[in-house]
């Protein structure tokens, strides 16, 4: 097992590529179960949930081919394999499996979810809608057993504005007999990503991106050629290192549109933004003044930007406050900030930080993805050296990061964990 060793200190300078948006490839992979001939997939992500979930195709019949960051995916010989432990575990996104499967076999045997622990994630709204479309759904030991005799569309109003529900949803309506109109739906970038993939494969989708979503399901979905948006998530974390601890810094493949409530917060905070199409030049000026934040959903602040910005406000002068409305409990970061010295109370659903403090190198860990990136980019600003264990969690969805981070100028590598010390963190 390997720690990730940052020693803080040297100004971040140069350009960093982003890679293609995690969340957009965790629901186009499982997408592709729903067409009859092969599916290229341009720019995806090199991050270990893109190979779990290769893998988890290739285990119901797929032909995977991946080639750089292109994959093919021929689903032709697919069957409906029952997947209810192992790999599904090991990552949330699995669930996507359900709502394909689901569409093209009108069944599904599937694992419940795993992914980051961000306090309680319920997938009621995925099993609402199924169940409208004309699925039975059983739990039985831990794994979702779906059946549908056939898929009718639906009115389907979601009572949570929910990224999951709203794809999974799609994903089985698509090839539903008739029209689905999914009200309440998420607006997120991701969702007309994988409405724009689905559309090539010759599905009908009206209205993707607002929050009514109107499908008249088809026969047959065909194989096409497909380009993945860039992550804004990873986007949005080297935007905020870049404010951080830039000294300017271009973050290269973005679609500024949508970093927007970040980039609002952080000019209200006075760093110096500059953007064209695809670029952002950040300079962060000498000092920085604290804001508040609340997560909201699409085209409101996002939570999975929420734990880095907590860094970035510790070094900001005055005091910020971060209340997270999606995920309440994700402030696991917290108590690792703090280590390093950083002053923050939390209350309620909120976290109250006071800054500008001094960080000071310590051993931390990586609780899930995004805290993970909180705390690089701590150890990157710090006296001395940070090491963060839980690194799993970082690579489920940051590709090449420590590469990024060296060719900007930190000093970051990976190290091997004493046996002493894997046990320590096997029981924390
Ligand atoms: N919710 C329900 N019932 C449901 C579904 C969701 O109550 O059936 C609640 C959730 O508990 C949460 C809120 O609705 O409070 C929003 O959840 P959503 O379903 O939108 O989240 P998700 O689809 O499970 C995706 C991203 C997350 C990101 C959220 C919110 C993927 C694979 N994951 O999760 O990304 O935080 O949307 O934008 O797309 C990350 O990248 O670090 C990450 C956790």
């Not at 991106?209 to 993945?228: A, P, S």
């Not at 970040?262 to 962060?284: H, S």
């Not at 600003?381 to 940051?398: F, S």
Request: charged fraction near 25%; glycine fraction near 10%.
């Amino acid at each position: 097992m390997r720690k990730l060793i940052v020693e803080g200190g040297p100004r971040l300078r140069g350009q960093v590529r982003v890679g293609g948006a995690k969340n957009s490839a965790v629901a186009l992979l499982p997408a592709a179960i729903l067409a009859n001939s092969t599916v290229t997939i341009e720019g995806l992500p090199d991050i270990s949930d893109v190979q779990t979930l290769s893998e988890l195709l290739r285990e119901i019949g797929g032909k995977v081919n991946k080639d750089g960051n292109t994959m093919e995916i021929d689903p032709s010989q697919m069957i409906s394999m029952p997947l209810p432990n192992g790999r599904v575990k090991k990552l949330r996104a699995s669930y996507y499996f359900m709502g394909a499967m689901l569409g093209r076999f009108k069944k599904a045997v599937i694992g419940l979810p795993g992914g980051c622990h961000l306090g309680p994630r319920p997938i009621d709204q995925h099993i609402k809608g199924f169940e409208a479309l004309g699925a039975e759904i059983t739990n039985e030991q831990g794994a979702l057993y779906l059946r549908a005799k056939e898929l009718r569309g639906a009115r389907i109003y979601l009572d949570v504005v929910s990224v999951g529900a709203t794809i999974n949803i799609m994903l089985a309506a698509v090839k539903a007999k008739g029209k689905t109109t999914i009200e309440n739906a998420a607006k997120e970038p991701e969702i007309i990503d994988v409405a724009t993939l689905l559309t090539s494969m010759g599905a009908k989708i009206k209205g993707a991106g607002t929050d009514v979503i109107r499908i008249e399901g088809v026969e047959e979905l065909n194989g096409c050629l497909h380009t993945i948006i860039p992550d804004r998530i990873e986007a949005g974390t080297y935007t905020i290192m870049a404010a951080a601890q830039g000294d300017g810094m271009i973050i290269d493949n973005v679609i500024p549109q949508h970093l927007e409530s970040l980039l609002a917060k952080l000019r209200e905070m006075g760093v110096t933004i500059e953007e064209n199409e695809e670029q952002l030049y950040i300079n962060p000026g000498k000092k920085i003044k604290s804001v508040d934040i609340k997560t909201l959903v699409y085209p409101g602040f996002p939570t999975d930007l929420q734990q880095p910005f907590t860094t970035l406000l510790t070094q900001a002068t005055g005091t910020g406050v971060v209340t997270d409305t999606i995920y309440s409990a994700r402030f696991k970061h917290i108590d690792e900030l703090r280590r390093m010295n950083a002053s923050i109370k939390t209350e309620g659903g909120s976290a109250i930080i006071t800054g500008p403090a001094r960080l000071e190198g310590a051993k931390v860990k990586a609780s899930d993805l995004r805290a993970g990136a909180a705390l690089v980019i701590a150890g990157l600003m710090a006296d001395g050296i940070t090491e963060i264990t839980g690194i799993d969690h970082i690579e489920r969805g940051y590709e090449n990061i420590t590469n990024k981070l060296i060719e900007l100028g930190a000093k970051i590598w990976y190290e091997e964990m004493s046996q002493e010390e894997v046990e320590q963190f096997q029981n924390s």
